[in-house]
């Protein structure tokens, strides 16, 4: 679970995760010119590459090589630990 | 000094020829034999006196490992302008193209990225600059 919160801790990664659900199964040059152009996240195509092991290692970053080419793509399962150790109920008041 | 010549590496001129010609629409300028190789420069019909492209041959044994690095990132070393991208992006898969990038709309510029079958990734970009 460490390295899922670890993960979704830095705002480039959850940069990353949005622009994969907004089209799933990019390219590292893709994603690199998505979080340059809509983000204005200037980081390196390496230091991306780094933020995708991380996404990756937890397990919201699925890699694929179809042929030649690598594709990122979305996986949110990992998150549904989240909300089962967190059940997302509101907040009843004891008063009412 | 202006740029008159960019070149880009394929593996088969033969094949190149015929994608840049036949699917892409640009026009041969020159094809001169050069020993085992030849000499092929292409323009476009929108430029025919613009810079020309020459279809390189990849043999030095540097060019392949770097266009493989390149095409598994997904990196395009070469890119065109075109004016309406959708429609282009249409045409060329409705041939059979490969996009490894569908038009992405980076605010200034909307651009796609398609395979040119000769182990290049190639750009093409709609600019809204002028």
């Known amino acids: 679970m460490d390295e899922l919160y670890r993960a979704i801790a830095d705002p480039t990664r959850r940069a990353i995760l949005d622009e994969l659900v907004d089209r799933d199964g990019q390219s590292l040059f893709e994603l690199c010119g998505r979080l340059t152009m809509k983000h204005g996240i200037g980081s390196s195509r390496q230091a991306i590459s780094q933020h995708l092991e991380v996404l990756e290692s937890a397990g ?9 080419y690598k594709f990122h793509w979305f996986n949110g399962e990992p998150l549904s630990a989240i909300s089962e150790r967190w059940p997302a109920h509101a907040h009843r008041s004891a008063e009412s | 000094m ?3 010549l960019s070149s880009i590496p394929v593996d088969d001129q ?5 994608f840049y010609t036949e699917t892409l629409g640009f026009k041969k300028k020159h094809d001169i034999p050069m020993g085992k190789h030849r000499w092929i420069t292409l323009v476009s019909p929108e430029d025919p006196d613009g810079p020309e492209l020459c279809l390189e041959p990849d043999e030095h044994p540097a060019v392949k490992p770097f266009k493989t690095a390149l095409v598994e990132d997904g990196i395009p070393f070469t890119s065109f302008a075109v004016k309406d991208i959708a429609a282009e992006h249409k ?3 409705s041939l059979g193209v490969r996009f490894t990038q569908p038009p992405v709309d980076y605010g200034p510029v909307t651009a796609a990225v398609f395979d040119d079958t000769c182990g290049n990734l190639i750009q093409i970009a709609e600019g809204r600059m002028g």
Do not use: F, K, M, S
């Open chain 1, 60 to 68: 919201l970053v699925i890699v694929e090589r179809e042929g030649r």
């Open chain 2, 91 to 93: 045409r060329l898969e």
């Open chain 2, 2 to 4: 202006r740029i008159n």
């Open chain 2, 14 to 18: 033969e094949r190149a020829l015929q």
